[in-house]
């Protein structure tokens, strides 16, 4: 089982920036599906960006994209989440997540953001975009 531990979130005013970090260890293996997920309040948790361990590839949802990137640093065993032109609707609560690669498929399909897949998740960390 991994562990996860966010930072990096606070108080940004609308087009600012922040960037999120998620320490990770308990790995035994290079195949990991990581994400990054909000919960806006009254929402369900939903998946922002997503990176693969094996490869290093990269998943966006659609309105984050060319705004966020998601990076790994495999020295720390860190995956960062770098937010830019921040808006209102960024903020909630920011959860890392992480699962084997093998474990993040429904019918065949790779699905990254489909947050029951995930067993192991951090505690959160809190994002407020406002003036």
């Known amino acids: 089982q991994l562990q996860l531990v966010e930072s990096g979130g606070g108080l940004v005013q609308p087009g600012g920036s922040l960037r999120l970090s998620c320490a990770v260890s308990g790995f035994t293996v290079d195949n990991y599906a990581i994400t990054w997920f909000l919960q806006a309040p009254g929402t369900e948790r939903e998946g922002v960006a997503c990176?693969?361990?094996?490869?290093?590839?990269?998943y966006y949802t659609d309105s984050v994209n060319g705004r966020f990137t998601i990076s790994r640093d495999n020295a720390q065993n860190t995956v960062y989440l770098q937010m830019l032109s921040l808006k209102h609707e960024n903020t909630g609560v920011y959860y890392c997540?992480?699962?084997?690669?093998?474990?993040?498929?429904?019918?065949?399909?790779?699905?990254?953001?489909?947050?029951?897949?995930?067993?192991?998740w951090g505690q959160g960390t809190q994002v407020t975009v406002s003036p």
């Open positions: 997540a992480a699962d084997l690669l093998q474990k993040i498929y429904y019918s065949g399909y790779y699905v990254p953001f489909d947050a029951p897949k995930y067993e192991d």
């Open positions: 990176i693969r361990t094996n490869d290093g590839c990269t």
